[in-house]
């Protein structure tokens, strides 16, 4: 029999002490904490679950994704340190981002600007594009697992593991790959195995969040959410989008197609096209890099003097 949460995820675990309490979900909490020797900020996630009782849970194949994991490299992913167990309970040691999650941050403000979306947008894209090249999906994108920082810097946490501890939650629904509800793919409803277009499909529809307040797809139950994925038309989900949305409009429609052949394929791409969208919506923004150095070629090129003749 393990022992409660509260028993001993006080004081020192490893060769970390627990300062205070970050957050509680379903199957874990999280804990800022600082290095004894180094005095390193990091934020600790200890699943208090009682593994007994979820058959579906592998804990060794949840320790192969944290090395997967671990292996990833990118301001916009928050960074694994290290895995460990104390006391029958892995604890997973990651980066310490001093902001809130983008779920934290919708609950305060209802909706985000679409300039404060297209900088989240393109944040998460870049973060996506570099896990999906070394082969990993992160099968749970959503605002929940979205830091952001006091800069306004997006970072994606937790990839691959969401999905492990999701699927030993809430078991499986006829075989479907464990997701959350409101951002799961149809194909992840169907239990075909997700690819980095799932990781879009999702992407999209937190990017439908950012600009309305609410998820795009609203049901009673979970089921009732799936069936949603797989009916509901993409105009529907359109109509709701404010006008101010703008250029966005038809990137949440892509990314939200129903059939991954009709998505963007890559994140790459996604990038691409919010490159082009910025230079022809010209929207002021703070950008990221990339997209401000495309800015400045454009600029370039339109102040650029005709040969033979003045400029127009």
């Known amino acids: 029999m ?26 874990s909490q999280v804990y800022l904490a600082e ?8 934020a600790i996630k200890i699943l208090t679950c009682d593994f007994a009782e979820w058959p579906d849970f592998d804990l060794e194949i949840f320790e192969n994704t944290a ?10 992913i928050v ?18 981002v001093d902001g809130q999650s983008l779920h934290a941050l919708l609950r305060k403000k209802g909706r985000l600007s679409p300039t404060q979306a297209l900088s989240i947008l393109c944040d998460v894209a870049r973060a996506l594009r570099h896990a999906h090249a070394e082969g990993i999906v992160h099968c749970d994108i959503k605002p929940g697992n979205i830091l952001i920082d006091r800069k306004g810097n997006a970072k994606v946490t937790d990839f691959g593991l969401s999905r492990a501890l ?34 879009l499909y999702s992407l999209g529809a937190t990017l439908f969040e950012m600009l309305t307040g609410e998820a795009p797809f609203r049901g009673s139950s979970d089921s009732a959410l799936f069936d949603l994925h797989l009916t509901e038309t993409r105009g529907m989900i359109l109509n709701r989008l404010p006008a101010e949305a703008g250029p966005l409009r038809q990137v949440v429609g892509r990314l939200l197609a129903r059939y991954p052949k009709d998505r963007y394929q890559t994140a790459g ?13 010209k929207v002021v923004v703070r950008p990221p890099p990339d997209i401000h150095a495309h800015l400045i070629r454009i600029g370039e090129r339109r102040s650029r003097p005709r040969p033979g003749g003045s400029r127009s």
Do not use: C, W
Request: overall charge neutral; glycine content about 8%.
């Open 67 to 76: 090395v997967g994991a671990a292996r990833l490299n990118h301001p916009n």
């Open 269 to 281: 791409e996604l990038l691409a096209d919010l490159r082009f969208l910025f230079g022809r919506a």
């Open 2 to 27: 393990m022992e409660s949460a509260s028993t001993f995820l006080l004081g020192r675990l490893g060769s970390y002490r627990l300062k205070h309490l970050l957050g509680t979900g379903a199957t």
């Open 166 to 199: 999701n699927q030993a939650e809430r078991g499986s629904l006829d075989g479907m790959v464990a997701g959350t509800p409101a951002y799961i793919s149809p194909e992840q409803v169907l239990a075909r195995r997700p690819d980095q277009r799932s990781d």
């Open 79 to 96: 960074t694994l340190y290290d895995i460990d167990e104390e006391r029958a309970r892995p604890f997973l040691v990651m980066e310490y």
């Open 35 to 42: 290095h004894i020797f180094l005095k390193r900020a990091a």
